[in-house]
């Protein structure tokens, strides 16, 4: 089996297992890897964080960015763009979001302030799958892996436990993150 049959399969296995999580696990366990994720340095140290707007099927960075925002740190969210790739924006308001391109919430570009990657200490990123190497996969399309080529910003993925692997499958332009956050582990490389 190739590497992208690999990914293919494991997409498959692993996006069916995150939507069986009910609702209410869900949210605890997206609430505990927060939690877990802000005493880390990579957080503190962090000015300016990249999250996301997560799907119902995702762990949700909410709770990180609430306390993100509270301690006035600057949080900025990908708007995906045409070409593959991630705008950057700022929210003028927690209201300034739009139903994007994949019905993901997005920042509203007419509400907000664009960014460059270099601004960002913190990415923290969605997936599929993770291992403890740190290895991510996401959904495919590649936005992320071109967004974190070159990028200097410490990068972490949040995930459920259940999206924990013995191995993600590897092309040679896949990013490892340096940490990998669930309720229960922090795995870093």
């Known amino acids: 089996m190739t590497v992208t049959e690999q990914k293919k399969a494991m997409r498959v296995t692993l996006r069916a297992q995150c939507k ?9 366990l997206s609430r505990a890897a927060c939690e877990r994720l ?3 340095s990579l957080f503190a140290d ?3 964080i990249l999250a996301y707007k997560a799907m119902p099927h995702e762990c949700d960075p909410q709770g990180l960015v609430d306390l993100a925002i509270r301690l006035g740190k600057r949080v900025a969210f990908p708007v995906c763009g045409d070409d593959y ?3 950057l924006l700022l929210p003028s308001a927690p209201d300034a979001f739009v139903k994007g391109k994949y019905g993901i919430w997005e920042p509203d570009p007419a509400r907000s302030e664009t960014i460059q990657s270099e601004a960002l200490d913190l990415i923290v990123l969605p997936g599929v799958a993770f291992d403890a190497a ?7 399309a590649g936005y992320y892996d071109r967004l974190l080529t070159g990028a200097r910003a410490r990068k972490v ?5 259940v999206q924990i692997v013995p191995a993600v499958p590897m092309d040679v332009h896949d990013i490892p993150l340096d940490a990998v956050v669930t309720a229960d582990t922090v795995f870093s490389r």
């Open 38 to 40: 802000v005493g880390l």
């Open 85 to 87: 790739t991630l705008r």
């Open 134 to 140: 740190c290895n991510r996969l996401g959904q495919g």
């Open 46 to 48: 962090a000015a300016c």
């Open 20 to 28: 069986a999580l009910p609702a209410p696990l869900r949210e605890a």
């Open 157 to 161: 993925g949040v995930a459920f436990p």
